[in-house]
């Protein structure tokens, strides 16, 4: 759960209470709603030229979603850190340092207490072993992706590549390789879009927990790691903590206490500056800008409601909309994702929903991104075998592909750089439904209506992929390509028959004839009859799989909804 500013206000809690609202009351100074306050900026700190200025307006008024992105529809990430060595799922760096957590016994008994060992001995340990990118991109697109992310850095604030201006980066600790060139290179070379996702904004307050302490026990009192001058890989761990920003005061005295205080202070998502560090800000932004122009995306993923840190995120994605207009003889093939933009910026960038949907078209094109399990990988997920399947995936693409949006699907890798063999099948499975089924994805435009079925409880938005009702065989997706029509079943009819009033004689949807009916990867076509209540088609006698079924109809007519 994401805390409001107004419910960290009101929850604010011992000491220290003055300097944690001067804190928060001052980002509020710097928002974009008051620009008087805008955080300065590095003397080092330029941007591209081109079309784009760094404003809201410009980029609202300037961007368009490129056509590659609305065709590619499916994507694959790997979130991997060096929080998939500890295999607990998501969040270790930050959950570690709360006594209680899971993550914390499992850290005391596995590591020591992090008041010795760190999330930076953590970073230490992590070698990616047996990391075989290529084999990965195999399977990755043997499943159908046409795009891959890559994580660049997350919130416990290490660069997965070789940057400039970070010296915690997987080039000097851990595995010793640059990730992201590597992945880069592996989809330059195989003609895949790819992008970087950046979640370090979050850095400064999300990693305060490494600077708090036991609040009971036999080493009550003695703070973390986070107060560490040195690490084994000789690097300053202040420069990975990212210092004392929002500090727990002395003297609680119970766990649960003092994890309402982290909800309530270095918990927020807050968006804005930090306005005691304004160096956190410009290094963030040497730091991305570093990212764009060595690696040159095509795609840049903000883990941010609208994007990052006031003015500074608007500055980095002008530079980036500029640089790859260069890059692609004067037209802009970037995509940005932030989430939840408000009225006023909508448009400006790719509207992302986390774990979400949409319950109706979206005028503009967006995405969903999820994870089969949890974000990092989590050795209990898989032991239990908790991961979504193939057929939930497909069912959720087949959704938000015809609403006009596209999936990007995580597949969490193990500290050494592997996955597991549910992971395997998983993607095995997408494989044999692809080659057939993927006509009615891929190159596809939403038609009027996105389907049709029982009603769905879902409202647009973040965080609600589980809330909907199971689909039957009443469910069915819609898309239209090249004057085709394509209708992806959810479920199989027990009585051999797909029933779809929307496609009625007459109705205003599909005013047109329909001249033929085919299902997608059998040789012969469907016998239909049409009638002022539905169009009903014969289906095969036996069903060619067991998670969706993909029509083509041939009309004379077609209308389309964007």
């Not at 008051?34 to 590095?42: C, D, E, K, L, Q």
């Not at 909508?346 to 774990?355: F, H, S, Y």
């Not at 908790?386 to 995580?410: E, R």
């Not at 014969?538 to 009309?555: C, E, H, M, S, W």
Request: proline content about 6%; charged content about 20%.
């Amino acid at each position: 759960m994401k805390l409001s500013r107004r419910g960290a206000l009101g929850l604010l809690a011992g000491a220290g209470q003055a300097a944690v609202t001067s804190r928060l009351l001052g980002a509020v100074i710097n928002s974009p709603a008051n620009p008087v306050g805008r955080v300065a900026t590095s003397l080092e700190r330029s941007l591209a030229k081109g079309p784009f200025e760094p404003t809201w307006e410009s980029l609202k008024a300037h961007y368009e979603i490129p056509d590659w992105f609305r065709d590619a529809k499916f994507g694959i990430w790997a979130h991997w850190t060096a929080q998939c060595v500890p295999e607990q799922g998501d969040w270790y760096a930050r959950r570690m340092y709360l006594q209680g957590d899971p993550a914390y016994c499992y850290h005391v008994k596995t590591y020591g207490h992090p008041s010795k060992v760190g999330f930076k001995d953590i970073d230490i340990m992590w070698k990616a072993e047996r990391w075989d990118p290529e084999a990965l991109m195999d399977l990755y697109q043997a499943a159908g992706a046409k795009y891959f992310m890559a994580l660049a850095n997350h919130h416990d604030n290490f660069d997965n590549y070789n940057s400039k201006y970070h010296n915690w980066n997987s080039t000097r600790v851990g595995p010793m390789k640059d990730i992201v060139g590597t992945w880069s290179a592996i989809c330059r070379r195989r003609g895949l879009r790819y992008g970087v996702s950046n979640h370090s904004a979050h850095a400064w307050h999300w990693f305060q927990t490494a600077y708090g302490y036991d609040a009971e026990g036999p080493l009550a009192g003695v703070r973390y790691d986070g107060f560490a001058k040195k690490s084994l890989a000789g690097l300053n761990p202040q420069e990975l903590y990212v210092g004392p920003n929002l500090v727990v005061p002395d003297g609680f005295t119970s766990a649960q206490k003092m994890l309402g205080w982290h909800n309530a202070n270095d918990r927020v998502w807050d968006e804005f500056p930090p306005a005691e560090n304004p160096d956190f800000t410009n290094t963030w932004f040497l730091r991305c800008r570093d990212l764009l122009d060595t690696y040159k995306p095509d795609m840049l993923y903000f883990d941010d409601t609208g994007l990052p840190l006031g003015q500074t995120g608007v500055d980095i994605t002008t530079h980036f909309y500029n640089s790859n207009i260069a890059l692609h003889g004067g037209r802009n093939q970037a995509v940005v994702f932030g989430k939840e933009f408000v009225a006023q910026h909508r448009g400006a960038a790719a509207l992302d929903l986390e774990r979400g949907r949409s319950n109706d078209i979206l005028q503009l094109p967006w995405q969903t991104d999820t994870c089969i399990g949890d974000w990092h990988y989590s050795r209990e997920v898989f032991e239990q075998h908790k991961y979504k399947s193939a057929k939930t995936v497909i069912h959720l693409l087949a959704d938000v592909v015809s609403k006009n949006g596209n999936l990007c699907l995580n597949i969490p890798l193990k500290g050494d750089g592997t996955i597991d063999s549910d992971e395997r099948q998983i993607l095995a499975d997408l494989a044999a439904w692809m080659p057939i089924n993927g006509e009615a994805i891929f190159g596809t435009r939403p038609f009027t209506v996105y389907g049709e079925g029982p009603p769905d409880p879902v409202k647009t938005g973040n965080f609600n992929e589980g809330n909907g009702r199971p689909y039957t065989s009443e469910d069915m997706r819609f898309t239209v390509k090249d004057g085709r029509l394509y209708v992806i079943a959810l479920g199989w009819p027990a009585d051999g028959k797909l029933k779809i009033k929307t496609f009625a004689r007459g109705s205003k949807e599909l005013p047109g004839e329909i001249s033929k009916v085919e299902m997608l990867g059998v040789g012969e076509p469907c016998s239909f009859e049409r009638s002022s209540n539905e169009l009903v088609v014969k289906l095969p006698t036996q069903k060619p799989n067991d998670i969706a079924y993909g029509f083509r109809i041939a009309v004379s007519r077609l209308n389309m909804s964007t």
